[in-house]
Nanobody, 124 residues
């Protein structure tokens, strides 16, 4: 079984940067596409970014393109989300997720494993 633990969330000012980390345990990490989701109050959990198992192909929601970068280090079993030029609209709980067997997972139901989430708050 895969366990995911997020870290790096916190309070930042608009325009600032924050780097989230997701540490994974289990033997299937390298064979799983990974993604970051976020859920703001009153909204559904939506994909922010996803990365293939190889790390060479990524997907980003239009709202974060050019500002966020997803990366992974399979040797460290860790996925990162570098967030730059943060906006108050980015405030949400961010979740790390794993999708074994799916090449390009974008929808929530395609992910089998989830972390508990980490709060990111961007002040004006």
């Amino acid at each position: 079984q895969v366990q995911l633990v997020e870290s790096g969330g916190g309070l930042v000012q608009a325009g600032g940067s924050l780097r989230l980390s997701c540490a994974a345990s289990g033997r299937t990490f390298s064979s799983s596409a990974m993604g970051w989701f976020r859920q703001a109050p009153g909204k559904e959990r939506d994909v922010v970014a996803a990365i293939r198992r190889s790390g060479g192909i990524t997907y980003y929601a239009d709202s974060v393109k050019g500002r966020f970068t997803i990366s992974r280090d399979n040797a460290k079993r860790t996925v990162y989300l570098q967030m730059n030029s943060l906006k108050p609209e980015d405030t949400a709980v961010y979740y790390c997720a794993a999708a074994p067997g799916v090449a390009v997972p974008v929808r929530e139901y395609e992910y089998d494993y989830w972390g508990q989430g980490t709060q990111v708050t961007v002040s004006s």
